[in-house]
């Protein structure tokens, strides 16, 4: 059985930071690149950032480049969002979604929300 478990959301004051990170078991992690999407109310839901199967690359959108960082841990299964300098327009919830290399299989998390609000 295939899980993608977020954590790390919250309630932020602006200008503060979260760190995310999402668990996967049941797929086998190094082949899969790793995304971040968020999903705002009344919203589409949109790529943050993405890491390739072999960490080699990443990519962010223009929202948040320069204020986050996508890496991941091989060894622990394990992709992490570190978001800074927090905005009241990140105000989401965040998802984590795992592509495998064959672009066969698609999973998604269920999700942690993110607050930025004084």
């Known amino acids: 059985q295939v899980q993608l478990v977020e954590s790390g959301g919250g309630l932020v004051q602006p200008g503060g930071s979260l760190r995310l990170s999402c668990v996967t078991s049941?797929?086998?992690?190094?082949?899969?690149?790793m995304s971040w999407y968020r999903q705002a109310p009344g919203k589409e839901r949109e790529l943050v950032a993405r890491?390739?199967?072999?960490?080699?690359?990443?990519n962010y959108d223009d929202s948040v480049k320069g204020r986050s960082i996508i890496s991941r841990d091989n060894a622990k299964n394990t992709v992490l969002l570190q978001m800074n300098s927090l905005k009241p327009e990140d105000t989401a919830v965040y998802f984590c979604?795992?592509?495998?290399?064959?672009?066969?299989?698609?999973?998604w998390g269920q999700g942690t929300q993110v607050t930025v609000s004084s």
């Open positions: 979604n795992a592509v495998s290399i064959t672009k066969v299989y698609d999973h």
């Open positions: 049941g797929i086998t992690f190094k082949n899969y690149h």
């Open positions: 890491i390739t199967a072999d960490g080699g690359s990443t």
